[in-house]
Structures are given as structure tokens and as C-alpha cells.
């Protein structure tokens, strides 16, 4: 499995009425669906070299419950041996984060949680640590949950500096501006988002070529240490093996 010192590519697979589908803004009224079965998809991108998967019960952001959890628990079956998965999507509480934990996930990741009460992720266990990965999903460099739909006033970068680096394995920045739009990387606000927090960073949203992976992956030493990659993808800008020759281009 990949050096978790290396830049690291998560392509992503938006789990909505058991569909792999992706968003345009985070609207669910705006989906676009690609695949009918989420674990075809997720072998697809085994074959083509991913070490990782991230995966997003999109309808679960939203309720606050696992509303995809058969097509989900039926990729963890298959491939739980093949590759590393986080996941996000609904995980509100302890017994949510056990539930995954417990079917191989390696990293659940935590969004509207993590707003509306930081200080539970900092009291976990030793056993959780390095396996939450707080989501900010970020408008005008403020807040959003419960799938984007309610919006904060909370600035992304003053709830993170509250979060233990023990207790954290990284912070997902997502741009919502930007995301399924293949408009292309907010680099420099994801960048400095990087630099003024302790926490590993992994950009989201907007990824539209091979070039915004080389940038991104340029700023590996500035803390942004990973990419998800969705509609670039899934609309054939390129392959997820080419993206991953770009990043080893970058790093030889």
C-alpha cells in the first residue's frame, strides 16, 4: 500500500438512491448519474492503480442516517482486502463511527459533527485516533453542513485549530464554489487554509485536469497532502491511472 508520505489521489464514488452519481455545487437536485452500480466503479478504479477510495453516502449527509449502507457494506465485502476506504455521509455519533470502523473502513470522515460539537472529537479514545477526518466544507472560507444545506458562520479555519493533531488524520477542504463544476482548483485559498492550521490537508473540488493534480501535489511540504478527484474523472478528462503518472512525474 501506498507510503502515507506520498501525495495521495482518492477518487471518488457520491453514493445518492444507491447510484454512483455526482453534484453540481453539492445540489441534490443537480445530479448527474454515471454508474448504477457503486462497486463497479469502485473496482474500476482498483484496476487502474487507486490505493484509496472515497466514498460519500450522499443522501446520509443529508438525514443524518446510513441511507446507502447495502451499497456501501457490498463494496466493503468485496474489496475491504484490495484497497483503503474512507467514508463520509450521515455519521452523527459514536455508534456511527463504530459501525464503519468495525466493516474495515480505515477513516470515517466527520463534517456536521465536527461543527456542532468539537468537543466530542476531541475526547475520543486512543483507539480512534488518526482514523477521523474532519470535512470542511467551506463557502466564502465559512461553514456548511448537513450536506450544504445549512450554512455557518463559523470560519473553516478557527473550528480546525480547535481539533487535537493526536485525535486528527487530516482535513478534507472542499471548495463548494468549485465542486463538480470542473472549473479548476482553488489553490491559493486552499493553500492558505494549509498553512494556517497543524492538520494534514486534502483538496476538493473543482479538479479539472492533470495540471491542478501537479499543482496541488507541488505543495505536498505546505501541508496539502492529498486530492479527491470526481467529475474529471467520471466525464473522461483523464484516467485515474494517468493522474497518477502526473503525480509520479512531479515527484521524480
Known amino acids: 500500500m501506498m507510503n502515507e508520505?506520498?501525495?495521495?489521489?482518492?477518487?471518488?464514488?457520491?453514493?445518492?438512491?444507491?447510484?454512483?452519481?455526482?453534484?453540481?455545487?453539492?445540489?441534490?437536485?443537480?445530479?448527474?448519474?454515471y454508474n448504477t452500480d457503486p462497486l463497479?466503479?469502485?473496482?474500476?478504479?482498483i484496476d487502474q492503480g487507486a490505493e484509496w477510495l472515497h466514498i460519500?453516502?450522499?443522501?446520509?449527509?443529508?438525514?443524518?442516517?446510513?441511507?446507502?449502507?447495502?451499497?456501501i457494506e457490498k463494496i466493503l465485502?468485496?474489496?475491504?482486502?484490495?484497497?483503503?476506504?474512507?467514508?463520509?455521509?450521515?455519521?452523527?455519533?459514536?455508534?456511527?463511527?463504530?459501525?464503519?470502523l468495525q466493516r474495515s473502513v480505515n477513516r470515517v470522515i466527520l463534517g456536521t459533527l465536527a461543527?456542532?460539537?468539537?468537543?466530542?472529537?476531541?475526547q475520543l479514545d486512543k483507539k480512534y485516533f488518526k482514523k477521523i477526518i474532519v470535512g470542511a466544507d467551506v463557502r466564502d472560507g465559512k461553514l456548511a453542513s448537513h450536506g450544504w444545506k445549512k450554512q455557518s458562520g463559523i470560519m473553516a479555519v478557527d473550528l480546525v485549530k480547535k481539533f487535537k493533531s493526536s485525535v486528527i488524520n487530516s482535513i478534507i477542504y472542499t471548495d463548494i464554489s468549485k465542486d463538480g463544476s470542473l472549473q479548476g482548483i482553488s489553490?491559493?485559498?486552499?493553500?492558505?487554509?494549509?498553512?494556517?492550521?497543524?492538520?494534514?490537508?486534502?483538496?476538493?473540488?473543482?479538479?479539472?485536469?492533470?495540471?491542478d493534480i501537479s499543482r496541488l501535489?507541488?505543495?505536498?511540504?505546505?501541508?496539502?497532502?492529498?486530492?479527491?478527484?470526481?467529475?474529471?474523472?467520471?466525464?473522461?478528462?483523464?484516467?485515474?491511472?494517468?493522474?497518477?503518472?502526473?503525480?509520479?512525474?512531479?515527484?521524480?
Not at 7 to 28: E, H, N, Q, S, W
Open 5 to 33: 508520505k506520498i501525495f495521495t489521489l482518492y477518487p471518488a464514488i457520491d453514493i445518492k438512491d444507491g447510484k454512483c452519481v455526482r453534484l453540481l455545487f453539492g445540489d441534490m437536485e443537480k445530479d448527474t448519474i
Open 40 to 45: 463497479d466503479q469502485a473496482m474500476s478504479f
Open 56 to 71: 460519500v453516502d450522499l443522501d446520509g449527509a443529508v438525514s443524518g442516517n446510513k441511507e446507502n449502507k447495502k451499497s
Open 77 to 100: 465485502k468485496k474489496l475491504k482486502d484490495q484497497v483503503k476506504i474512507q467514508i463520509g455521509g450521515g455519521i452523527r455519533n459514536i455508534n456511527d463511527i463504530d459501525f464503519w
Open 115 to 122: 461543527l456542532e460539537n468539537p468537543k466530542f472529537i476531541n
Open 187 to 211: 489553490l491559493d485559498q486552499t493553500l492558505n487554509f494549509a498553512k494556517l492550521i497543524p492538520h494534514p490537508v486534502i483538496a476538493s473540488g473543482g479538479v479539472a485536469s492533470l495540471n
Open 217 to 252: 501535489s507541488d505543495e505536498f511540504a505546505n501541508g496539502i497532502q492529498g486530492v479527491i478527484i470526481g467529475k474529471a474523472l467520471y466525464d473522461n478528462k483523464f484516467s485515474f491511472s494517468e493522474a497518477l503518472k502526473a503525480i509520479k512525474k512531479v515527484k521524480n
